[in-house]
């Protein structure tokens, strides 16, 4: 899980750098918008300003947007803490101050616990099978519904594939060496860390690399080699451990208001929806890409030794899932729901990759 | 390879079905298309009509693009056959008598060989890395570059995912048992198989199940459960191989004139675009959903045994790839180049792949 920096720049000072738009409209009092209008619109992200792909899938969506419609709907992307916190995107948005968002769906697990089967579920699925899920399988239904309640619209902003499971100081050769583990590791993966022993421990991004190099943790998890290199974990940390069993596929979301959303003209609409496809198309792919020369790079000019947990490691790790999970979700009849159509799902297409993509990795691609 | 059926209807027979149009600007002598022209276009797709996944994401496909043009470009589908017969669309397209097509590039190779490495090669990259490639590793400029010589535009499509290895009468446990089998296997995988000793058999979609039944081949590949289930075959094969290593993520596509394409304004040139990549996203996750089901059926229903080819089986194979393709490139520059690009983006990738999905299959997901 990739939290990030809440930089907390005051609201007010950030004026729109488009040129004297007209002040934008306020969703809460939204009428129907008409054919001709120009819309000027502003997108909070949960990112630091400028955050390799997931700040710049934003920038890339409001560009795609302004070309669909013809310039009908320009959006200025602010970084997380520019406009409001990171964490504050969602509230925003849905009361109408802030047209769009972009961030994770657990991150709003707070405020419904169904949003974080939208995002990434520990030993779940990953990026080509929750794809499906939301595509086909009747995910994005549920994730419309969930949002809904919050006056949200939620779309696919891509995925980030399955993460490395992180950075320790420690050897991890059986579940035993979890024991006493502090790491930064927050959302459910912390919680399942934590049924094995270890301490689950909150660090903000800017002081990970800190809190690492002084043993305050013995590990932690950020995203792949292309996010890890630039926060130089490499160099404080003995071990790089994959793969990523907390975070198999993480799926990015835009949000936007759903009073703005529904009173806007169909084609409208259809920009906003179509650019995510994009977004969910150009992310996987930049992500793959990077982290693949960063890997090398890790690997054979910093001398990182890339290690894989044992099976019976995360075997034994996937035992506390199910019990962290309950514990999440509760008597949530929402979270009930969405979990048992993702579960469903899961069991379906895991045997359909188990014949094909399991097969082609170990026995097609060298 | 999903070789399609020539119906072979009559070209002049169709009349267009959008409430009497004016009749399609020929892009062979386009101008730059003024911003507010109502515009009626030509589909020709390679499948028959209504074809599972594939014809259906050329109706979505035309949907799409009327929302998103606010209904200024009006696309009208065409099964193979029913304007000319499937493997004329490239022709058709490039001379400007349709206004755009759908198919697999691979069916082009005889045009150019450089076509088929933007469709699938055996041994070759999967539905993930291939994005990857098309998306952010150069691959689209080079297939826009391939096509730019035929006047033609190439979009992404969707892609098939992993298929199976298809239907056999007899089994396969080493690379001997490939020794004088017959097998309808097209493209580059029956040129493997070939030096494998075994004879690749052309038989039209129309004439496989009959071929098989009575002998004329021992095996067929074709698609997937969902398509294959339709096709009958484990009426009549004894075993169902897995993994389809011959197509290891085949990438379907869209094509559009280019006179035709430059002419356009931006924002109808973004919808052409951004409807292709709602396409990406729709058809990997209609193929898994339905394969998954699909393949339940065969499995539980019908008693299908599915079997795994052997490492070292596929291992032996493997080696006969690298001459195959060899031999279809020839001396053609493009293709070299564009064969560079595509091999050096899957060495790089692979290594990724292996300590993130590789383990994620093995591992994460039971």
Chains 1, 2 share one sequence.
Not at 326 to 342: C, R, T
């Amino acid at each position: 899980m990739f939290k990030k920096i809440a930089l907390l720049i005051v609201f007010s000072v950030v004026s729109s750098c488009l040129g004297d738009p007209p002040a934008s409209m306020n969703p809460k009092s939204y009428e129907a918008v008409k054919p001709e209008t120009v819309l000027y619109w502003k997108m909070t992200t949960t990112w630091p300003p400028n955050f390799p792909v997931l700040g710049e899938v934003a920038e890339k969506y409001a560009q795609w947007v302004d070309e669909l419609t013809n310039g009908q709907i320009k959006i200025k992307v602010y970084g997380g803490g520019e406009l409001v916190p990171p964490l504050e995107a969602f509230d925003a948005v849905s009361q109408g101050t802030i047209e769009m968002g972009c961030g994770a769906s657990y991150y709003w697990a707070g405020k419904t616990p169904a949003a974080q089967f939208f995002a990434a579920v520990p030993f779940g699925m990953n990026s080509q099978q929750l794809t499906a899920w939301l595509e086909t399988g009747g995910g994005y239904e549920l994730w419309k519904k969930t949002y809904a309640k919050f006056n949200l619209v939620p779309f696919m902003g891509g995925n980030t594939g399955v993460q490395m499971g992180g950075w320790f100081n420690r050897e991890i050769n059986s579940i035993e060496d979890f024991k006493g583990l502090k790491m930064r590791l927050p959302g459910i993966g912390g919680k399942v860390l934590e049924k094995a022993g270890g301490a689950a421990v909150l660090v903000a991004g800017s002081e990970i690399y800190t809190s690492l190099e002084r043993g305050v943790i013995d590990a932690t998890e950020w995203i792949g080699p292309y996010h890890d290199y630039r926060m130089g974990f490499h160099k404080i940390a003995k071990y790089y451990y994959t793969p990523g069993w907390h975070e198999p596929g993480s799926q990015l979301e835009f949000f936007i208001n759903k009073n703005l959303f529904d009173g806007l003209p169909k084609h409208l609409q259809a920009a906003l929806d179509a650019a995510s496809k994009k977004a969910q198309v150009w992310v996987l792919s930049e992500f793959d890409k990077q982290n693949g020369i960063y890997l090398d790079k890790l690997v054979n000019e910093e001398g990182v030794e890339v290690r894989e947990f044992s099976k019976e490691t995360l075997d034994a790790l996937r035992k506390y899932k199910e019990e962290a999970i309950q514990e999440m979700i509760g008597d949530d009849p929402l979270s009930k729901e969405v979990y048992e159509s993702y579960s469903n799902f899961q069991k379906q297409i895991a045997k359909w990759s188990k014949v094909t993509e399991k097969a082609y990795y170990n026995k097609i691609q060298q």
